[in-house]
């Protein structure tokens, strides 16, 4: 959900200044044919929570452009509210609508609509096969299962905690995170009967997402900064479901976002203060899978009066994106950095980006 009322005491303080240290001016993107054979990085934008604005924007890369509204332009009707995330499967876009309690299914050249899922709060979804794919959700106790070929929910499966959140697939197994404060484990579950096989225990509480690195690895971020759950990274072995290890951070670090390079041998995520303190855990951080401790230092650092909301790193350049939010009451913005740091450009988007999806 978007932060907006913590936004608007920002943008009321001062508006925060990219373009002083980037060589390319915002590229106001267009709207022009959305359908393109390019490559696209495409952005979710959340749009501000219950005002039914979310919208999808991609970046062409080769004609390096941004093309915004995307499902408007191609269907003539808004999208929902609270565009989570999303994915892409056989041709079709899954996008993830949290708040309008759907998943709408799009034509991934034209964005024309071609049919929708109700689902409970959904949040993300992971493809398994063409038979199979899961949904996890907010609030209930429920990950819901469908059949990504009908389109159509199959089955649920029964959780011990709530909000099921991030979600990955490593070796026919699937991992999910339920992001309760009471929570110390991530489910595993096996797709040939749906049955949740094992609770697997991690270093903190209210594990939220989960990635894969290079040594097929399980990295577990946790903690919820609101309920004084402190952030941690878990490294786990999903083979033995042992821990390998826990890397915690202070109490004012609150970990957002995480991602890996494409060697997927560092881990980068993002630490937001929503005050926009100066000298606070605040900005882009990276470690890489050997650590064995938290780093102190921003790779990227925020400024003042201001913090990221989402984070991706491009697997064929290692560009990393990130996403400026702006408050929730502008439009946000897409920073595009080199593996080393450096600023490269920046787009202008909608409101919210909050989710990178590469093809």
């Known amino acids: 959900m978007s932060q907006y009322f913590k936004g608007l005491i920002l943008f009321c303080c001062s508006i925060v200044l990219f373009t002083a240290c980037v060589k390319d001016k915002p590229n106001p993107g267009n709207t022009g044919n959305p359908a393109t054979e390019d490559r696209k990085i495409l952005i979710a934008n959340e749009g501000v929570f219950g005002n039914g604005n979310a919208s999808l924007s991609y970046i062409n890369t080769v004609t390096d452009s941004i093309i915004n509204n995307v499902y408007t332009i191609a269907n003539n009707a808004p999208l929902g509210d609270v565009l989570q995330s999303l994915t892409v499967w056989n041709g079709k876009l899954y996008l993830v609508v949290n ?10 050249k034209t964005f ?22 899961y949904i996890t959700s907010m609030y209930g106790r429920r990950i819901f299962v469908l059949n990504p070929t009908t389109n159509q929910i199959t089955d649920t499966i029964t959780t011990t905690n709530k909000n099921n959140e991030g979600i990955t697939l490593l070796n026919n197994k699937v991992y999910v995170c339920p992001w309760d404060t009471g929570c110390n484990f991530i489910y595993e579950i096996d797709p040939s009967t ?7 225990n991690i270093g903190g509480y209210a594990p939220t997402q989960v990635l894969v690195d290079k040594n097929q690895k399980l990295w577990v971020l946790a903690g919820n900064h609101t309920y004084n759950k402190p952030s941690t990274l878990t490294q786990l072995d999903p083979f033995s479901g042992s821990m390998i290890k826990t890397i915690s951070f202070g109490s004012d670090a609150d970990l957002i976002k995480p991602a890996f390079n494409p060697a997927k041998d560092t881990i980068y995520f993002i630490g937001v203060n929503y005050q926009g303190t100066a000298n606070a855990y605040n900005g882009i951080y990276r470690m890489p899978i050997t650590a064995t401790q938290a780093p102190t230092q921003a790779f990227i650092a925020a400024q003042q009066l201001q913090y990221f909301w989402a984070l991706g790193i491009d697997p064929a350049t290692g560009l990393i994106y990130v996403g400026d939010p702006k408050g929730f009451i502008q439009k946000g913005s897409v920073l595009v950095y080199r593996p080393d740091g450096t600023p490269v450009k920046q787009f202008l988007a909608e409101l919210g980006p909050g989710y990178f999806y590469f093809e």
Do not use: L, M
């Open 112 to 133: 024309v609509k071609q049919g929708e899922i109700s689902v409970n709060q959904p949040r993300y979804i992971q493809i398994v096969d063409q038979h199979k794919a």
């Open 194 to 200: 749906n049955v949740i096989s094992r609770q697997i």
């Open 99 to 108: 708040n309008s309690n759907k998943i709408v299914i799009v034509d991934k």
